[in-house]
């Protein structure tokens, strides 16, 4: 849907990005040229090179000069998700099985750690040092988020802010760097480019809420990975912490939510109190919130087609059912 | 010892670094502050911005140019040591338990991750794009080597070249970049960096063999980490490389090598015939040639008094017995 419509105007440079990271993974070694032609080819929305594409929009659009960004920031967020493979013990991504469960935790750990250094040497060849310094901090802040959800794993009681802290971190500052950076390679002024990472951010915080949503309510087959599998990680979202105040039997999914290892029947139990406690609905409005401020950023940005779709983006997050 | 003679000239800027590491790791999630606490009290040598502040001595030596990069060169040495325990399934390290003992394989993954990035916002600091681009490639040829070692665990008929392959990876090209970028951010001529580059190189590559060395004849209370650990993990090192072809019983060697699940009786007899074989002298003379080719680069420095102890510090790394 994402690909079809949506990113129309740089469906061509996205199949272009597409290849130059097919290319730039391949490994002198065997296992790691196999591994990371695995992780490509599980796919994904390539969400974070389509942003900074169409930020560079806004300015003195460039392919080349925005590919190095482009595939960078995919590289970034793939070796966040094989890290997080290993961490969340998850035996199948986008329907496919993991790096982890194919090869093994080491091979996963070095896996990221190479995808990551590789997207280290594509940043170094710009030499606006925002470039460097955005992605940087943003990766430290991913690390925190990581560490963060670990540390708060299974606990019930916590706070609106805490899941705000954790998805910011998870999400919204990588796409927020995303349509920052492709202002930044391509040249746009500071206002343009404060409007493009303000965008990034909302945009990115709605689709995150609006992820754990699905993670909820979403069907097996169309989101890839079983249904509640945040729960049973102890990964305590927006819905559930709206109803662990708000639900009638708070009691019994306060316990379910504690407890480390959960059974089938009280993961679906648990979703069901969620859903009749208003958490569901709460949480779309939250994320219909975000996305309205995501859209107000637009009208500080120029006239261009863009725009528009950027804005279709944003209206499309709350509606996607993937 | 390195501490207390050889590295006497930066012994109160090498105390800066440490403080500035200690410092500079705070985090304000608590389970990361406290693991990352954990590691750099673990000690280690602090080589690396030794080598760095050395290097440093060869042109405009100053501490706040060269503190950015002493400090990022620690983290990410100690990022790859974590992440190392992950894949080594090692308890203990300098004889504390590892973060990996200690909190699990989760959480280790994402400090080495967090060290790894706050390395990064101090690269960022530095306009001359060297510094980055050196630490970049080298740190996707460290992963590059561990992946190697991982696929290449436990299998016999290795080659030397594939030995020399790995080691480079793990242990010289850090060491190398340490003296090299030592020299770019001094803003040494050309030729200076060149000569400190290759220094570091070949004294990295010789440092490592007679890690491996060591691993296999030293004390366990000195080495910090059980003998033969090696060997019990398949990491196929140059004295055993040698004793399976120079070995009158290379057939029980080239057996219990590939035994994933050695007893400890094996990796007694597998060191045993390994010393037997000569192997331990074969490594000797290779890292004994490393050093005279790190020396033979010291005569292409300028004449300054850090010269005597880069040459000392080539002279001391056979003779080490920690």
């Known amino acids: 849907m994402f690909e079809h419509t949506l990113f ?19 490994a002198p070694n065997e296992m790691l040229a196999e591994t990371s032609a695995h992780l490509l080819q599980a796919g994904g929305k390539r969400l974070r090179p389509a942003f900074a594409l169409l930020a560079g929009k806004f300015h003195d659009y460039s392919l080349d000069e925005l590919m ?27 329907g496919r099985p993991t790096v982890r469960a194919q090869w093994g935790n ?14 280290l040497i594509l940043i170094s060849h710009y030499q606006d040092p925002r470039v ?25 009681h916590q706070d609106i802010r805490d899941y705000f802290y954790r998805i910011k971190r998870k999400t919204a500052l990588l796409i927020s760097a995303s349509c920052q950076l492709g202002g930044v ?22 689709f995150q809420v609006t992820d754990d949503i699905l993670d909820l309510v979403a069907d097996e087959r169309v989101l890839g990975k079983p249904v509640g599998s945040d729960l049973r990680q102890g990964i305590i979202t927006l819905p559930v912490i709206y109803a ?23 993961v679906l139990e648990a979703i069901e109190l969620v859903k009749e406690s208003g958490g569901i609905d709460y949480a779309f409005s ?32 709350n509606i996607r059912r993937y």
């Open 185 to 206: 390679v391509s040249g746009a002024p500071d206002h343009v480019i404060r409007a493009l990472t303000l965008y990034g951010y909302y945009l990115g915080m709605a």
């Open 286 to 317: 939250i994320s219909r919130k975000y996305l309205e401020k995501a859209k107000g950023q637009l009208a500080l940005l120029p006239n261009v087609g863009t725009k528009k779709t950027l804005g279709k983006i944003a209206d499309f997050i």
């Open 68 to 94: 190095p960004l482009a595939v960078a920031l995919e590289l970034i967020h793939m070796a966040s998700l094989v890290h997080d493979d290993v961490v969340d013990a998850s035996l199948t991504r986008r």
């Open 132 to 156: 460097a310094q955005v992605l940087s901090r943003v990766s430290v802040q991913m690390c925190q988020g990581e560490i963060q959800q670990i540390a708060t794993a299974f606990q019930p």
């Open 244 to 266: 662990e105040k708000n639900s009638e039997h708070r009691d019994v999914l306060i316990k379910i939510i504690s407890h480390q290892d959960k059974g089938e029947g009280e």
């Open 106 to 119: 080491r091979v996963s750990i070095h896996t990221g750690d190479y995808l990551f250094a590789k997207s």
């Open 8 to 26: 129309r105007e740089i469906r061509k440079d996205l199949k272009q990005v597409e290849k130059e990271l097919n290319k730039y993974v391949e």
